[in-house]
């Protein structure tokens, strides 16, 4: 499940990797960076759990190298030396701030809260793996945690009282708008959405005036677990979003105000619009698919609801204007429900 990531190592010029492994039914995993010139180990470090988040990189141990921090299940998570693997620090699930902790999801460096010149770490917290699918689910949390030493610096519920799944994101829509935080709550069968706050928010320990910016469809009991993707679509220079719910849709957002760009449900496309339910937990990607200067979006579903699936289906869609230029449905219950991929922008 980790994304392996490339970072300088050795010494030799040459991108070395690291990436999590691990079985999600079993109670261990670990980090390991490979030699980018050989695939050879280069170290391991053993976790009570699997390691699927995507490690990130910067200074915390005051050598030349860059370091490690990686997070996965069993509230595991790790700052790791890049030189030797050596922990420099792990995350301590007996802390006194809160009674329960859950996942680690893949966080993000940010500028140094406790002036002790080593950046910090902006993460989230939540699931529940061990419950049913529509058992309940406590509240996740964001957290800022020291990159020195792992200490809690904050850590909030979120507002809606909903578990989280998502990665929390930096976004800066235009060099001379403020820097947000953006991140998602509910999950497979618990309503949320898609919020925004501040850093400086977090350190105060109080996100309740965090701001819905996707809100969860009436009746549906899904949230938003996938990162959105950060483009500009509208071609006014400020960075807008492209998020993927749970339920099935793909929303643009304007990111000088939040407004809705356009709206895709692929409920209403996938099999000419007979499917009931398609969920994703992939972020739409980025690129240019058509004649125009206007970015592109692809993206991926599943069909049916969490845990049955029957097939998968993905689609290509205009970023100018929302519209389905391309789907491709697989369906794996019966082979003979195959359905062609179907051109319908004449790419």
Avoid at 66 to 76: E, F, I, S
Avoid at 268 to 296: K, L, R
């Amino acid at each position: 499940m980790s994304s392996p990531h490339t970072v300088e190592l050795t010494g030799d010029g040459i991108l070395d990797i690291v990436v999590g492994t691990g079985i999600e039914e079993t109670d261990n995993g670990s980090i390991i960076a490979l030699d980018g010139s050989n695939g050879t180990l280069l170290w391991e470090i053993p976790a009570s759990g699997e390691m699927f988040a995507s490690a990130q990189f910067a200074h915390l141990d005051g050598d030349e190298t860059l370091d490690a921090v990686l997070g996965g299940r069993n509230h595991q998570l790790f700052a790791v030396s890049g030189a030797d693997g050596s922990v420099i620090w792990q995350f301590d699930s007996e802390n006194e701030e809160r009674e329960q902790w859950y996942q680690f999801y893949t966080g993000q460096f940010i500028e140094d809260q406790n002036q002790d010149g080593v950046l910090d770490w902006l993460t989230s917290n939540g699931g529940d793996p061990t419950k049913g699918p529509t058992a309940p689910r406590d509240h996740g949390y964001l957290m800022i945690i020291s990159g020195a030493t792992g200490e809690i610096l904050a850590v909030v519920d979120t507002p809606d009282g909903r578990e989280t799944y998502m990665s929390p994101l930096l976004y800066q829509p235009h060099p001379l708008m403020e820097t947000e935080v953006l991140f998602g709550t509910g999950g497979e069968t618990w309503d949320g959405g898609l919020w925004t706050t501040s850093i400086d928010a977090i350190m105060t320990g109080d996100i309740t005036d965090a701001l819905r910016i996707v809100h969860p469809t009436s009746g549906v009991a899904k949230g938003v677990m996938a990162p959105p993707t950060i483009a500009d679509i509208t071609l006014d220079g400020i960075q807008d979003l492209v998020v993927s719910t749970f339920d099935g849709r793909l929303i643009a957002l304007d990111g000088r105000n939040y407004s809705e760009i356009w709206v895709m449900d692929v409920k209403e496309h996938a099999s000419g619009g007979g499917i009931m339910d398609a969920e994703s937990w992939s972020s739409p990607a980025i690129g240019y698919f058509t004649d125009d200067a206007v970015p592109d979006v692809f993206t991926h579903y599943v069909i049916g609801a969490f845990p049955m699936y029957t097939g998968s289906t993905s689609v290509l869609v205009d970023g100018a204007t929302g519209q389905v230029l391309w789907i491709c449905l697989l369906y794996t219950s019966d082979a003979a429900d195959d359905t062609p991929c179907v051109d319908l922008g004449g790419r």
